[in-house]
């Protein structure tokens, strides 16, 4: 009984004329036996099929997982767009994430406008887990709206604190102005 050579008979051997998932020996693909030599799950080196075991990809391009080379697959740009692609895209040339902004929007969150600075703080907390993934471009995106929002908080944070400032002279000028007597000649 031999396990490696198909074609001497034994175990898991074929009959002559074709078996079940054998293809016809003029015909090839996955899952055909040499009619001589050739073991367990080999592809014949001449046969049919891919020309190749489980896995390889054809030589003119298709195949599973592949996206056509004419664009419009999920996550792919067409050939005019830009950006970094989507999942499953090579990383830029410079192969690191975006900064995420996260130590502006902490800062910006603790003294100036907490809502608008929590909401960069998620965004912030996106683009390296959005790189990991291979989303270069929400990564991206999420970088670019993570500097936006911490920058509107930050200009609302001032803003309110100008008006903090106006409203004590405001108020101190009318005590100080109510404290002082008032002589009548």
């Not at 004329?17 to 036996?33: A, D, F, H, L």
């Not at 040339?93 to 600075?117: E, K, M, Q, R």
Request: glycine letters at 24%; one cysteine or more.
């Amino acid at each position: 009984m031999s396990y490696g050579n198909q074609g001497d008979g034994g175990y898991g051997s074929q009959p002559p004329g074709g078996g079940y998932g054998q293809q016809p020996p003029s015909g090839g693909g996955y899952g055909q036996q040499p009619p001589s030599g050739g073991g367990y799950g080999q592809q014949p080196p001449s046969g049919g099929g891919y020309g190749g075991g489980y896995g390889q990809q054809p030589p003119s391009g298709g195949g599973y997982g592949q996206q056509p080379p004419s664009g419009g697959g999920y996550g792919q740009q067409p050939p005019s767009g830009g950006g970094y692609g989507g999942y499953g895209q090579q990383p830029p040339a410079g192969g690191n994430p975006p900064d995420n902004h996260l130590v502006a929007a902490i800062l910006t969150t603790l003294f100036c406008c907490l809502p608008l600075g929590i909401v960069s703080i998620v965004k912030s907390t996106q683009v390296n887990s959005k790189w990991q993934v291979g989303d270069y471009q929400g990564a991206a995106l999420a970088s670019e709206e993570a500097k936006t929002w911490w920058k509107r908080s930050l200009i609302a944070g001032a803003i309110w604190w100008v008006l903090v400032v106006i409203f004590y002279v405001v108020v101190f000028v009318l005590l100080a102005a109510a404290s002082v007597p008032s002589s009548s000649y």
